[in-house]
């Protein structure tokens, strides 16, 4: 069950019986590319989608694709589990979608449209408001407290209609996450550099809402 608002380009919905968030990581580097030639921007990232509905989760990673699976099932592989846990820490709301006009073109590497393929009013209409990770000129990592990121090939809210995934489309999905990028390479150096950064935003939200607390 669903409800709206909207502005002048973005209608917000409300899904109540399913929970989303996502782990969005960006890296935007300015370069030269040749003396006296102007700045050029590029941006990097990966994302971790997941929808939730009961014990269902419909999950979408980049350069693995998408699967639903058991919420059980999604806790035997260590990589899911922790992306799924740091997804939740960076929420703002999970139940509160928007459904865009247009698809932020910044985000156009990360999530697949490039070598021709173009982008439609159709692709990635649904989009999630969140925390996320910024890495932007290579420097430190860092938390941004919003940023409308998480883009859905999916309604969410179409997650409890959907079949479970079929062993061999998970096996297909496994093998795709495993070969992406270096996601699982830098896993062991970066899960603790996300944790980290993320607890230090939580505890900071934390006290300063214990700051307008006291100054009630």
Sequence with gaps: MSSASSDTSTVYHTIADTECSGVFWKLIRETKPYYDAPNYMSCYGDYHLFAKHGDKVYMEVRNAGEIVISLAELQKNKYWKYYYTLSLMLSNDMHK?????EFNKTYNHIYGYTGGKEWSKEDRAWSLETAYIDQSNMKAFKIIPSGNVCYYKINPADVKDMEYSTPQELEAFELGYMNGLDRVK????????YENITIEYIMKNMEKELEELYAL
Excluded at 97 to 101: A, C, D, P
């Design 97 to 101: 979608l928007s459904k865009n006009e």
């Design 186 to 193: 830098t896993f062991s150096h970066r899960s603790v550099i």
